[in-house]
């Protein structure tokens, strides 16, 4: 992990409030794994004082490039969508752990609304090692979902979900995923990035069957570095429960050792 100074290539306003931001710093495209994040200043004034941390959405070490999406809502995310070209962003990373695949094909990738953009690098990273790859992404309705052959490369299956029916298949991403299973998908592992009650009842239901499941959580962070425990959760591992920081252990953790 390092500070650097990274430089606005390009931002864009993909869809009603997504961005995409594609910054050139080489040592953060160098490294960047997977599930890791990184904390970056936004503005250039005072205000806001602390850092904002954003999943790394895909990184070309050749380009030097570094790639994230982001969803503006607040004071925060509103100030770096007017970030221009050429501006320098000041960030700490790459932080955080990052997913770790066994290979069990076929890999299988939950994403609830904000939480594509890891899951965006990892089936990068998976689909270039040659592995078969499946990609379940649901929001509330078609104009929550990004349009992922912009940022996909051909090979995954993917497979939508709305709340509303707008668009994919109606219902829960979590029901959608479960009749999936039931007509005989037959996951190797799965990794699932979204919001907590997503994540939590995915956990829930992935009990019986019991395929690997590694999630991705977000907490509200200040410092990101492991110094002020402001982004603790608990966790249950080899047998005693801990609080552990998502910023420093994790964001990824295996979900049978979430204490949901
Ligand atoms: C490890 C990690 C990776 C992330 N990756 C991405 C990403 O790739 N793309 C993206 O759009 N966002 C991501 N986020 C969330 C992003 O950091 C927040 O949306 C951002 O900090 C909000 O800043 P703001 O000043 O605009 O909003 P604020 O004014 O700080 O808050 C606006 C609203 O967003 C909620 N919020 C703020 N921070 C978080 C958070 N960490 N988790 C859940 N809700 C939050 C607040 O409760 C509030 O309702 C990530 C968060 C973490 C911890
Ligand atoms: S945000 Fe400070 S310890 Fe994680």
Not at 57 to 77: N, Q, S
Not at 98 to 108: D, L, M, T, W
């Amino acid at each position: 992990m390092k500070q650097c100074q990274a430089r606005v290539l390009d931002l864009v306003e993909v869809k009603g409030g997504f961005f995409s931001l594609t910054l050139y710093e080489p040592y953060l495209a160098a490294t960047a794994r997977p599930g890791q994040f990184i904390h970056l200043r936004v503005g250039s004034g005072v205000a806001p004082l602390l850092r904002r941390p954003f999943s790394v959405a895909g990184a070309d070490p050749a380009k030097g490039t570094l790639h994230l999406l982001f969803r503006c809502v607040g004071e925060g995310t509103k100030l770096l969508s007017r970030s221009r070209e050429g501006e320098l962003l000041d960030c700490l990373g790459p932080l955080g752990n990052c997913f770790i695949s066994s290979g069990a094909e076929p890999a299988v990738l939950l994403a609830g609304g904000g939480g594509i953009a890891p899951l965006i690098f990892l089936a990068e990273s998976l689909r270039a090692a040659g592995r078969e790859l499946y990609l379940f992404y649901g929001a509330a309705k078609s104009a929550d979902l990004l349009p992922l052959e912009q940022f996909l490369s051909p090979g995954p299956v993917v497979k939508y979900a709305t709340e509303d029916g707008s668009a994919g298949e109606a219902g829960l991403l979590t029901a959608v995923f479960q009749r999936a299973l039931a007509a005989g998908l037959f996951p190797g592992e799965l990794f699932a990035c979204g919001p907590r009650p997503f994540l939590a009842a995915l956990a829930q239901q992935n009990q019986r069957r019991g395929y690997p499941l590694q999630v991705s959580l977000e907490e509200r962070m200040a410092c990101a570095v492991g110094a002020c425990q402001g982004c603790a959760v608990l966790i249950r591992r080899n047998g005693r429960e801990d609080y552990l920081r998502v910023c420093r252990e994790g964001p990824v953790f295996q979900s049978t050792e979430v204490v949901w």
